[in-house]
């Protein structure tokens, strides 16, 4: 059963709540039914609520979606789970980028194949955004993916007035976040021989941005 034959029978108000991740889960479950066909274990990095993995896992049956995240998220992720299990979504690893290695489930044998970040790059300060794609980098195979989503700048500039106003309310709150320079997030995903294959222009100024490992 979905999680969408379930919305009547759960009290989606006693759930923590983001309003972001209702409003973009389709849209990137689209990009995601294509671009993860192929897939088997997908590391979701950063998965905040919980919302997005149980959307994502139901719809992408034929692979095991896991989940992480600091461990003060993991009671919000796991209420979510419990509120919309499915048989192939995985309770949250402990996952901190500043001081972990990629974690591992030890109840699968199965490497990761993918990863997906949704809103995590314009959050985490710019150093910890180079250990991501360093991570990345030495856990994918050839020909493995990470994708990730959010608002990024282009040509040096902002894509919309409402960028600009929220890339100065995260840098009022922490100095070292701030929406990104595409062209920054492509050079360093080359350094860790991540090439960009594809960009999807998304919902309200964000975008989607597929790498392959070379």
């Given at each position: 059963m979905h999680n969408d034959d379930l919305n009547n029978k759960v009290d989606v108000s006693a759930l923590p709540f983001s309003q972001a991740c209702e409003n973009n889960k389709q849209p990137i479950l689209e990009?995601?039914?294509?671009?993860?066909?192929?897939?088997?274990h997908v590391l979701e990095i950063g998965s905040g609520t919980g919302q997005h993995s149980v959307y994502f896992a139901p719809h992408l049956a034929h692979l095991k979606w896991q989940t992480s995240d600091v461990t003060s998220n993991h009671?919000?992720?796991?209420?979510?789970?419990?509120?919309?299990?499915?048989?192939?979504?995985?309770?949250?690893l402990a996952f901190d980028l500043s001081t972990d290695a990629v974690p591992v489930n030890s109840q699968l044998n199965l490497p990761?194949?993918?990863?997906?970040?949704?809103?995590t790059l314009h959050i985490i300060g710019w150093d910890l955004v180079k250990k991501l794609f360093a991570l990345a980098g030495d856990t994918l195979q050839t020909d493995d993916k990470l994708i990730v989503y959010g608002p990024f700048n282009?040509?040096?500039?902002?894509?919309?007035?409402?960028?600009?106003?929220?890339?100065?309310?995260?840098?009022?709150?922490?100095?070292?976040?701030g929406i990104r320079h595409k062209e920054d997030i492509v050079s360093l995903a080359k350094v860790h021989h991540l090439q960009l294959r594809k960009t999807y222009t998304m919902p309200a100024n964000n975008q989607l941005l597929v790498f392959q490992k070379i």
């Amino acid at each position: 059963m979905h999680n969408d034959d379930l919305n009547n029978k759960v009290d989606v108000s006693a759930l923590p709540f983001s309003q972001a991740c209702e409003n973009n889960k389709q849209p990137i479950l689209e990009v995601l039914q294509s671009e993860l066909q192929g897939s088997n274990h997908v590391l979701e990095i950063g998965s905040g609520t919980g919302q997005h993995s149980v959307y994502f896992a139901p719809h992408l049956a034929h692979l095991k979606w896991q989940t992480s995240d600091v461990t003060s998220n993991h009671r919000h992720i796991i209420a979510w789970h419990d509120a919309y299990p499915a048989p192939n979504l995985y309770a949250p690893l402990a996952f901190d980028l500043s001081t972990d290695a990629v974690p591992v489930n030890s109840q699968l044998n199965l490497p990761y194949d993918a990863m997906f970040t949704a809103n995590t790059l314009h959050i985490i300060g710019w150093d910890l955004v180079k250990k991501l794609f360093a991570l990345a980098g030495d856990t994918l195979q050839t020909d493995d993916k990470l994708i990730v989503y959010g608002p990024f700048n282009e040509h040096g500039d902002y894509t919309s007035e409402g960028n600009q106003r929220f890339d100065a309310m995260l840098r009022a709150g922490n100095p070292d976040s701030g929406i990104r320079h595409k062209e920054d997030i492509v050079s360093l995903a080359k350094v860790h021989h991540l090439q960009l294959r594809k960009t999807y222009t998304m919902p309200a100024n964000n975008q989607l941005l597929v790498f392959q490992k070379i």
